[in-house]
């Protein structure tokens, strides 16, 4: 994989721009940190310095001068390092005692340089805080190095900049990794859309179980993969299941058209052999129509999906046309819902009809007296679900999917009536309104499971 590629995806373009964010977070916080440790460091010291300075002049009131003097002197003997400043000087500013040798400017609490006795040039910190203030007729100055605030300084300058740059160095490895695997998935797409250009119906995405836009994509396209491997299987079949499904009525209408003829050549009333050659002719309008509805419902776009349908009036109408028809033939019919909740959807009203009507009435056609048919209308999940079960024969396991294709039929001796068509209309139809449609066994019998996309917020819609 070109690690140009990768440098230059997203995913790692994201990640850079969120080092560079931190870098400049990290530094106005590093800013802050150490302005506050300057003023609070610089505060504790300043009260330091001014409590060695008042313990010397206490002295100062309660001794003589010449001991003070000394006091100072012993004390520059004993801290021989230039870390502590202490010096007395008399009225005209010249050294008495201490270890500082010239007399500072000014008095009270300041930051600077002293001439320290054992100052030394290399030293990390030149300057001091000291106070200086007057002593009878003398000066004493008293002091302290700022090599504590200068070290504190660099080790939470030393503290930041390893942990910034561990984890700008973690965030653009991650970045690395995560524009790898990104690029990967996308190849992963285009080389599933070239081989589907090539006619490769088969092909689909890896799946990685995955959460992220490039996944969510690609599970959206295994989809739509799904749907044209599909339409392209039932492009292939539908000639020769039309053929076959044509023949037997096409044959019978010719047989019962050359009855009529021989009957009208013997003089005979040809009206029964005719009325038998109209039924078939009129099976075959009802193939080639629904066959049509079929391939118009693939192909139409989403425009006439865009009213608000009230799946529930639909329903109700629906059954009170099947229940007597399910009740001629000796089977129960029955419906559950609840009367107050919505069941609007968005869609095209007469698609919808006609599907509910085909489960329906595949529901009734294929059962037997004693058949009890039931269907339930409910909310789950932002969705909502019709249920349509019965106790008929039910469909084997391997062929719960076969019967959504046109044309196939689980009574090869085509004894009950049907076109083929009508659970493959009842898919099309779900699947043009975003929605699924499942079969499984009801011990016995079937179970319908169609879900559709319910309306967020039917009261904002017009009807």
Not at 36 to 52: A, F, I, P, T
Not at 339 to 368: I, K, P, R, W, Y
């Amino acid at each position: 994989m070109d690690r140009g590629d990768i440098l230059s995806g997203d995913a790692f373009a994201a990640v850079l721009r969120s080092a560079l964010a931190f870098v400049v977070v990290l530094v106005l916080f590093g800013w802050v940190t150490l302005t506050y440790l300057e003023r609070s460091l610089l505060d504790e010291l300043g009260q330091d310095v001014q409590q060695r300075w008042n313990i010397i002049a206490a002295e100062h009131e309660s001794e003589s001068q010449d001991h003070v003097a000394e006091a100072i002197e012993t004390m520059s003997q004993r801290t021989t390092g230039p870390h502590h400043a202490a010096a007395l000087f008399n009225g005209a500013g010249e050294f008495v005692a201490g270890n500082i040798l010239s007399r500072p400017e000014g008095q009270g609490l300041q930051i600077g340089p002293l001439d320290h006795a054992a100052a030394a040039p290399q030293a990390m910190a030149l300057d001091y805080i000291y106070f200086t203030g007057p002593l009878s007729n003398r000066t004493l100055t008293v002091g302290l190095r700022l090599d504590l605030l200068y070290r504190t300084q660099v080790l939470v300058f030393r503290a930041l900049t390893i942990s910034g740059f561990i984890v700008i160095l973690t965030m653009l490895t991650v970045g690395y990794f995560l524009s790898a695997r990104s690029l990967q998935r996308l190849r992963d797409i285009e080389s599933a859309l070239s081989r589907t250009s090539d006619g490769d119906t088969e092909v689909r995405i890896a799946e990685n179980g995955g959460n992220t836009q490039i996944d969510r994509i690609a599970r959206q396209m295994n989809t739509h993969f799904d749907r044209l491997s599909r339409m392209m299987a039932t492009t292939r079949n539908t000639a020769a299941a039309t053929a076959h499904d044509l023949k037997s009525p096409l044959g019978r209408a010719y047989l019962s058209l050359e009855k009529a003829t021989s009957l009208v050549e013997r003089g005979d009333d040809p009206a029964d052999a005719l009325a038998d050659t109209q039924a078939e002719l009129d099976t075959m309008r009802v193939i080639f129509d629904t066959y049509l509805q079929l391939s118009r419902i693939e192909a139409s776009g989403t425009e006439r999906l865009t009213l608000r349908v009230d799946l529930k009036a639909l329903v109700i109408d629906m059954v009170e046309t099947f229940a007597p028809i399910a009740e001629d033939s000796g089977q129960a019919f029955s419906f559950d819902f609840k009367e107050l909740d919505n069941f609007s959807v968005m869609g095209d009203g007469q698609m919808l009809q006609q599907m509910v009507a085909n489960l329906f009435d595949n529901a009734v056609t294929h059962g037997s007296e004693g058949n009890v048919i039931t269907v339930s209308l409910g909310h789950e999940k932002g969705r909502i679900r019709i249920i349509v079960a019965d106790t008929g024969p039910g469909i084997p396991d391997d062929s719960k999917e076969k019967v959504f294709e046109p044309f196939q039929r689980l009574d090869p001796s085509r004894s009950k009536p049907g076109t083929g068509l009508g659970l493959a209309l009842v898919r099309a139809i779900a699947e043009k309104h975003g929605g699924q449609v499942t079969l499984r066994d009801n011990h016995p019998g079937l179970i319908v499971d169609l879900s559709l996309p319910a309306v967020v917020n039917p009261d904002k819609l017009a009807p």
